[in-house]
Nanobody
Framework: QVQLVESGGGSVQTGGSLRLSCATS????????MGWFRQTPGKEREFVAG??????????ADSVKGRFTISRDNAVNTVTVHLQMNNLRPDDTGVYYC???????????????????WGQGTQVTVSS
């Protein structure tokens, strides 16, 4: 059974930092791009950052460029993806989800429809 488990969410003030992690199990996703998305009530789930299989290609939403960094650890038995979030702002508030892309490849998809496995989400709240 495939599982993605996010951790590291919480509440911070504007300008603070958080580091999210997503541990996978049930299948080895070394060859698959992975991504982070976020969602707030009443809005579509939006792409935040993505990384290809070996970390050689990363992609960020314009709103987080220069503040967030995605990385991944490809271990023998599991893959873990991280999202370092610095200089957080109130509009970064939301539930953050990690996801595994549907297809292997060097490209990083931005559409949520290109991702097939999802975590349960972790709440990030940034207060002003």
């Amino acid at each position: 059974q495939v599982q993605l488990v996010e951790s590291g969410g919480g509440s911070v003030q504007t300008g603070g930092s958080l580091r999210l992690s997503c541990a996978t199990s049930g299948r080895i996703f070394i060859s698959f791009p992975m991504g982070w998305f976020r969602q707030t009530p009443g809005k579509e789930r939006e792409f935040v950052a993505g990384i290809n299989w070996n970390g050689g290609n990363t992609l960020y939403a314009d709103s987080v460029k220069g503040r967030f960094t995605i990385s991944r650890d490809n271990a023998v038995n599991t893959v873990t993806v991280h999202l370092q979030m610095n200089n957080l702002r109130p509009d970064d508030t939301g539930v953050y989800y990690c996801a595994v892309a549907r297809n292997v490849g060097r490209d990083v998809p931005q559409s949520k429809d290109e991702y097939v496995y999802w975590g349960q989400g972790t709440q990030v709240t940034v207060s002003s």
